[in-house]
């Protein structure tokens, strides 16, 4: 399995507090990813990495930030905590490939819960 | 990313092999081909991956057709665990892009 690790694993907050995830990875990659999983919609991708400090946004980004002070930790910040942000959050990681692409893989999820 | 279409559900005989198709007829000519799956509530994981010509791995072995308008995913010796839902993904070269996953086929393997 790929070293990845997401923390927390589950979390119960309120609405309007601010919940930051982390991704934290073992394997050098360049490329980490952020997407939330909601019945009916599969994987969405919120906001990805291309290296340190270098972030950009995905399909649902509205309502998150993302930093990438290290090439390990990919943080994914919820600023004020909203019921329609309970999901199950997915971190991913890629390497960059030469001449060939190269697969993403995933960490094992945060089980957010906004009351 | 060209989409991809997959039946909703299917069932196979554990040790039988499983083939899982998939259909990518609007693929473009740099896109690859990626199958993940999903066991319950856990992250997708990997499985394959390939461009034109057939590949095979530990886990699976994947069949693109000579036009590269579909291809099937092949589990050679289903086990129990291998119930999941497997994703066909249809992808661009292009450094840091997205995974766009579709609803996907529930393989049920029954012993």
């Known amino acids: 399995d790929a070293g990845i690790t997401q923390s927390p694993r589950h979390k119960v907050t309120e609405t309007g507090t601010p919940v930051t995830l982390r991704c934290h990875q073992t394997?050098?990659?360049?490329?980490m990813y952020w997407y939330r999983q909601d019945p009916g919609h599969g994987l969405r991708l919120i906001h990805y990495?291309?290296?340190?400090?270098?972030?950009d946004k995905g399909e649902v980004s509205d309502g998150y930030s993302v930093s990438r002070s290290k090439t390990e930790d990919f943080l994914l910040t919820l600023e004020s905590a909203t019921s329609s942000q309970t999901s199950v959050y997915f971190c991913?990681?890629?390497?960059?490939?030469?001449?060939?692409?190269?697969?993403?893989?995933f960490g094992d999820g945060t089980r957010l819960s906004i009351l | 990313d060209a989409k991809t279409t997959q039946p909703t559900s299917m069932d196979c005989a554990e040790g039988r092999a499983a083939n899982l198709p998939c259909n990518h007829s609007t693929i473009s000519g740099n896109e690859y081909v990626y199958w993940y799956r999903q066991i319950h509530s856990q992250g997708p994981q990997y499985i394959i991956h390939?461009?034109?010509n057939n590949e095979t791995n530990e886990m699976a072995s994947l069949i693109i057709t000579e036009d590269r308008k579909s291809s099937t995913l092949i589990l050679p010796h289903a086990t129990l665990r291998d119930t999941a839902v497997y994703y066909c993904i249809v992808r661009g070269f292009q450094g840091a892009q997205k995974l766009v996953f579709g609803q996907g086929t529930r393989l049920t393997i029954n012993p």
């Open positions: 990495s291309y290296g340190v400090k270098d972030t």
């Open positions: 991913a990681i890629s390497e960059a490939g030469a001449g060939r692409d190269q697969p993403q893989h």
């Open positions: 390939g461009l034109k």
């Open positions: 394997e050098n990659h360049r490329y």
